[in-house]
């Protein structure tokens, strides 16, 4: 069976929770190979195994180099592992007892591999992985590498779901539209976002600015933003320092946000500091959607 078919096969599980992003009707399942409106709007498979979703045109810092140095940073450095346990934990913790499917929404996946590694710490048949992002890179190869998740080039403001689809919103790193999050969300559904702190990746900043804690990050706005939208039930501050060989450092180096106006010789400058560890320093804000109304569709 092709990855096309294997997509096909597990969306189809699934098809009542997905909506239309040009006209918000249901869909339904069409030909082994499409998602099909009542007005006709068709999505078809990609033959990785992935649906692309977007209604419109975009522009993205992320391409194919970062996303490879972002897999092999989550996948193999291990240097996310304390926070992917916590998630799963936390996951754990708040499920229903209900043998019914649990869908978990990682809203900004990226490559996917954020979403694959708390799948793995969950190790639990009742949950379903969505993958949504923008960047279709990062989607093509989030479906190439993980084939038991269904993966969706798509839009945070236009999500191609259906309101209170998901039981479980993860948004890690990456930008959120809250107002989705609530329509999209069961009823005391769980929202888990992690943001950085301020001594996050402190190491690469200093190395990159030169100098010390000017760049310094303060999370105060975006916790009070998330807390006027959702019911704040936890924080849980994951905060350690891990030793990176050369060959990490270049991949998180690669990565970071921070590099995206870098020169490649400022960028082998900063490897060659000789950077032995790093800190990784992170909230994760565990929230629950209190909201008892539907929000309606964007036009």
């Not at 979703?53 to 490879?68: A, C, L, P, Q, V």
Request: hydrophobic share 35%; proline share 3%; aromatic share 8%.
């Amino acid at each position: 069976m092709t990855n096309k078919e294997k997509s096909a096969e597990l969306v189809s599980k699934y098809v009542h929770i997905f909506s239309c992003p040009l006209c918000n009707s249901p869909m339904i399942f069409a030909n082994l190979k499409s998602l099909v409106c009542s007005n006709n709007h068709t999505f078809d498979f990609a033959k990785q195994g992935y649906v692309n979703m977007m209604t419109r045109s975009t522009n993205s810092h992320y391409d194919k180099k970062i996303f490879e140095a972002r897999n092999r940073i989550i996948m193999e450095s291990g240097l996310y592992i304390l926070l992917h346990e916590k998630i799963s934990e936390v996951i754990d913790e708040n499920m229903n007892a209900s043998n019914d499917k649990i869908m978990i929404l990682d809203a900004g996946c990226g490559e996917g591999s954020h979403l694959q590694r708390i799948l793995d710490e969950c190790k639990n048949e009742i949950i379903a992985g969505i993958g949504l992002d923008i960047s279709k890179e990062g989607i093509r190869m989030a479906a190439r590498n993980y084939k038991k998740s269904i993966w969706l080039v798509g839009d945070l403001a236009n999500s191609p779901l259906q309101d209170q689809s998901c039981h479980i919103i993860l948004n890690i790193l990456s930008p959120a539209n809250y107002k989705e999050f609530q329509r999209i969300s069961v009823p005391n559904g769980l929202i888990i976002k992690v943001v950085p702190r301020s001594n996050y990746l402190k190491e690469l900043r200093e190395a990159r600015f030169d100098e010390k804690d000017k760049t310094s990050y303060k999370n105060d706005e975006t916790v009070s933003l998330f807390k006027q939208h959702f019911h704040l039930m936890d924080t849980f501050e994951i905060s350690y320092t891990r030793g990176l060989n050369e060959k990490d450092l270049t991949n998180l180096t690669q990565m970071s946000p921070l590099s995206w106006n870098m020169s490649k010789d400022d960028m082998e400058q900063i490897i060659n500091r000789g950077i032995s560890r790093i800190t990784i320093d992170l909230d994760i804000l565990v929230g629950i959607n209190k909201s008892n109304k539907t929000n309606e569709r964007p036009n």
